[in-house]
């Protein structure tokens, strides 16, 4: 998927939500945790809930590593299951992955060939080589760390470097906007720093930001889109907990859609 | 296992060799291949040759990931044998990890409490609260990404910071060394950057250095034990590549144990 085709996706439903499958299993509700694969049954009941709402769905890779094999496989379904049932979904593994040009490769031929991902979070610490392998599949996304929302983002993206002060993640915006394009590179900027999003636009006019953090971290919509929307959107807001964990009774998946409604509603406010 | 208990099993042995094991399926001998669990049966003849002449093991988390839950399993199973075998062995994921601090204790607990492996590597780029929760668990080892071994490791790591212009791998050592202590924090140094090993030395006398990169990479054992070792060793050297890829006939496993106990004896000279 390209960057015209998500734009016309967030214009179609309204909505750039993302919805965090951050799928957590000693936080489902009690009667999944009888189920052979729990977080397998959460995720398409909340899938099938949400997804009128949603333009992309986010697995947080750690909360099925944590189940270890079991875990695994229940990704893999998930991310089998979304992309045969709604196919014009984008799917974001949230991997913060990273490693020298070798292994990068098989990271990504793991996310985006075994299991089909649209596209995968990067850490970019060690430099271009780490991301380039990602780069190179039509159609896939790289989604780097720039700034994140939590609270030690500031021990060193937002560090001054150089002569010029820049802070560390606008180095790495900067840096790293010559590696690829705007079909192929996302940041991650948190919520919590909505205000520092209006330099981040200055600095990235057309690239997708995905912003993790409205809700739950504090951040607030009207801010994400106030200082970080552009002519074609250019969001994905993320939402997990609020969202997916609305409700821990046998309802939590109506719960889910009612939640992931009212942000769509609030989202197409500022689409108009 | 404590600096101290690390350190022991060096002077032990005679060697500070962490053998990798990125066993990459699509290069391990033919006759492999055709196995049910082929890394798995790889990794225990490497294991068991290589074991008299190495202090630690370090499989690269990606190589197992891109063969998804089987993957998972036979690294979860290799970690159990190494375990079990070789109860003093050190066994570092290298995963290089780093996520908002729930997530992070979510890895830590899928690392350390479920995969049992003493060690994970960490990218530093969100900060401390992204590693806060491995050193949180005792005898266990965050092993955190300073100055990698890859070209565009020149990106960002070498990027001068602040009014002192100290490098950003500079900063990352002197602010994380005040979030653990020697017995819980060790760093990733490539050795193809061997002559900042003195400088390192300088920042951190007493922190245990992971060096990669040696062999493969065109790092020398020689100009790293020069200027990284210490009172106390405090250098792992891993080599991967070279010693489990040293043959790739049905003799694997015996060039492997002979490639390990070369470099061990290099080793000794360095030790005495």
């Known amino acids: 998927m390209n960057a015209q085709q998500l734009y016309e996706q967030i214009r179609r439903k309204q909505s750039f939500?993302?919805?965090?499958?951050?799928?957590?299993?000693?936080?489902?509700?009690?009667?999944?945790?009888?189920?052979p694969h729990p977080m397998l049954t959460f995720n398409k009941a909340i899938v099938n809930a949400t997804a009128p709402y949603a333009v992309a769905y986010k697995p947080n890779v750690a909360f099925y590593e944590a189940?270890?094999?079991?875990?695994?496989?229940?990704?893999?379904?998930?991310?089998?299951?979304?992309?045969r049932r709604y196919p014009s979904m984008l799917i974001i593994a949230d991997a913060k992955r990273g490693d020298i040009g070798n292994t990068s490769r098989l990271y990504a031929e793991a996310f985006f060939g075994k299991m089909d991902v649209d596209a995968v979070t990067l850490s970019p610490?060690?430099?271009?080589?780490?991301?380039?392998?990602?780069?190179?599949?039509?159609?896939?996304?790289?989604?780097?760390?720039?700034l994140?929302?939590?609270?030690?983002?500031?021990?060193?993206?937002?560090?001054?470097?150089?002569?010029s002060g820049e802070m560390l993640y606008e180095r790495v915006l900067k840096t790293s906007m010559t590696w690829g394009n705007t079909d192929n590179t996302m940041y991650v900027v948190g919520a919590t720093k909505a205000e520092m999003l209006s330099n981040i636009r200055r600095i990235?006019?057309?690239?997708?930001?995905?912003?993790?953090?409205?809700?739950?971290?504090?951040?607030?919509?009207?801010?994400?889109?106030?200082?970080?929307?552009?002519?074609?959107?250019?969001?994905?807001?993320?939402?997990?907990?609020?969202i997916i964990f609305a409700d821990s009774s046998e309802n939590f998946a109506s719960a889910a859609g009612k939640k992931a409604r009212e942000m769509q509603q609030q989202m197409a406010g500022h689409l108009r």
């Open 17 to 35: 939500l993302c919805v965090g499958l951050d799928s957590d299993v000693s936080k489902l509700p009690a009667h999944l945790q009888r189920e």
């Open 67 to 83: 189940c270890g094999a079991a875990g695994w496989v229940q990704l893999e379904q998930t991310v089998r299951y979304i992309r």
């Open 125 to 146: 610490y060690m430099g271009r080589d780490t991301v380039q392998p990602f780069l190179e599949y039509a159609g896939r996304w790289a989604v780097l760390l720039a």
């Open 148 to 163: 994140t929302s939590n609270p030690s983002a500031s021990d060193f993206e937002l560090m001054p470097t150089g002569a």
């Open 204 to 242: 990235a006019p057309e690239h997708f930001l995905l912003v993790p953090g409205v809700g739950e971290q504090g951040g607030s919509l009207g801010e994400v889109a106030k200082h970080g929307m552009n002519s074609r959107c250019g969001l994905l807001v993320s939402s997990s907990r609020a």
